[in-house]
């Protein structure tokens, strides 16, 4: 006799659902896919490619202004076009995540879910679904500032879909949203103001390298405002007025803000259930098991010290996919999860921080790739890396701001990963001349 409707239940189709729960319904596991949005998640739809498509004209302007006594005029950013071409790239991945989905044999659901009890969810308009188990996997929503106004500010979704680029844009935040959506901004010829919460930007990455992204948006026109204490905001005439610090006044078109993004667990009955969570998310074991036995949960939903960034909510969904098909039942063993910010220069790391290293018997080698021959080919002003060895010759991490610093890591992270040793490394010949050949570059 069939118990559940279904032998797994993902609450959310992101990445930390689709990427495990398609190969897993291959292996003939019964699974069913709730979700209330567009199939595919924050990513495809409003999140990674859809930012990286505005981003692209983004760093070719920037190359062209480098090259500009190779190149003969001007080249000039079209927001409006710029938006309908992302809107072309992004429109079919929910159809192609649905098809992906379904033509492994999951089954979607539409609408939202909550918990009746451990294995029961109701969904709006469908009713009771029952599972053997259940994966959370409902990611983050964008946190909105709790002051008077608050409804006058728009989220990072809403600004890739402004088809005109508003004069003046205000940025409330200056993580990877605040200075990602700034530099697109700043290079579409808006004029921006970023303010910050304190005095740190992108706290996350090497301050240093920061300073050279902030320096750099300062000198083509971005404000920065430390300490800001935004007040509220209000609508004045045609524009809005952003109230901070001591009675302070900012004139602005458009308020986006990008001050972090919560977990969406609010309506989700986890108390029904009793799994246990707080502010930062869904609290998991070393096998995303929740406190409830046949409750897991992946994702940006879960609550760790990991960047909230696809690659994690990637592994996590295929390990689930391995546990819940009877290849593995051993805990998960989270690899080196890099991260990037596409600034223009980009930062990007992986492994080890530079911090870190420096409280360690690591060697760090600074590298000067401005001067370094792939790197002068683009003619990039910004270019170095810092990168971490043992005393033995293991790479352990990396950080690089470059406009390539993205695949410069990538290049890295296999010897990262697998502690490659120096013979091992230098077995790895790259193509040349490309990024993954220059990245090994150090003095
Ligand atoms: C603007 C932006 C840019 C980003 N850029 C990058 C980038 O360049 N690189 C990178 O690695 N990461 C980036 N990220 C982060 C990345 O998008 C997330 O890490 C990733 O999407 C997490 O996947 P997930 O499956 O955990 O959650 P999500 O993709 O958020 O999926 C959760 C899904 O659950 C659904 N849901 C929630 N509650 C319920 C419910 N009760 N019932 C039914 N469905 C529910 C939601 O509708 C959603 O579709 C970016 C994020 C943003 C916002
Ligand atoms: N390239 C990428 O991988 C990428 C790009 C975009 C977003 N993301 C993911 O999305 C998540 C959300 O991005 P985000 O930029 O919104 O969050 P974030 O946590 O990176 O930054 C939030 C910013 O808001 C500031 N802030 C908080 N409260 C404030 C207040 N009252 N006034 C002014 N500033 C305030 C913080 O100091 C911080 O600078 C990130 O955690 C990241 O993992 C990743």
């Not at 079209?78 to 929910?94: A, G, Y």
């Not at 990611?139 to 890739?160: C, K, Q, V, W, Y």
Request: net charge negative.
């Amino acid at each position: 006799m069939v118990k559940y409707d279904y032998d797994v239940l993902y609450i959310g189709a992101g990445h930390a659902t689709f990427d495990g729960g398609a190969p897993l319904a291959k292996t003939g596991v019964k699974v069913g896919v709730i979700e209330s949005g567009l199939i595919g998640g924050t990513c495809p739809n409003r999140g990674c490619n859809a930012k990286i498509t505005l981003d692209e004209p983004v760093k070719m302007v920037r190359e062209a202004e480098r090259m500009s006594d190779i190149f003969e005029g001007d080249l000039k950013l079209d927001w409006t076009k710029n938006v309908e071409h992302k809107q072309e790239i992004i429109e079919n991945l929910p159809q192609d995540l649905t098809e992906r989905l379904e033509s492994n044999g999951a089954t979607i659901i539409r609408g939202h879910a909550t918990f009746k009890n451990n294995h029961t969810v109701i969904v709006d308009n469908v009713g009771e679904v029952t599972a053997e188990k259940i994966v959370i996997a409902t990611g983050l929503r964008p946190h909105r500032l709790n002051i008077a106004g608050t409804e006058l500010a728009h989220d990072s979704e809403e600004f890739m879909n402004l088809k005109q680029l508003p004069e003046h844009i205000t940025i409330v935040g200056s993580g990877y949203i605040g200075m990602e959506f700034a530099t697109m901004a700043n290079a579409a010829g808006a004029q921006v103001t970023v303010m910050l919460h304190s005095d740190k930007v992108l706290r996350d990455f090497y301050q240093p390298y920061v300073k050279m992204v902030v320096d750099d948006l300062k000198k083509r026109g971005v404000t920065f405002v430390e300490n800001s204490r935004v007040q509220s905001f209000e609508k004045v005439g045609a524009n809005y007025q952003v109230n901070y610090g001591d009675n302070q006044q900012l004139t602005t078109d458009w308020i986006l803000d990008a001050t972090g993004r919560i977990p969406n667990i609010d309506k989700l009955g986890l108390d029904n259930v009793g799994v246990k969570y707080d502010k930062t998310g869904v609290f998991v074991n070393n096998y995303l098991q929740t406190n409830i036995e046949n409750i897991y949960a992946a994702g940006d939903v879960v609550s760790n010290n990991l960047p909230k960034v696809t690659p994690a909510a990637y592994f996590e969904s295929k390990y689930l996919m391995k546990l819940f098909s009877g290849q593995t039942t051993e805990p998960i063993d989270m690899p080196v999860i890099p991260a990037v910010v596409f600034t223009s220069p980009r930062i990007a790391k992986a492994g080890v921080s530079v911090e870190e290293a420096k409280t360690k018997d690591y060697q760090i080698s600074e590298n000067d790739l401005a001067n370094y021959w792939y790197y002068k080919v683009d003619k990039e002003p910004i270019a170095q890396s810092k990168q971490i060895h043992d005393k033995d010759g293991h790479l352990l991490g990396v950080t690089e701001i470059s406009d390539q610093a993205q695949d410069a890591v990538n290049a890295l992270l296999p010897a990262i990963e697998f502690k490659l040793d120096p013979e091992q490394i230098g077995r790895l010949t790259s193509l040349f001349p490309t990024i993954g050949y220059a990245a090994w570059h150090r003095a």
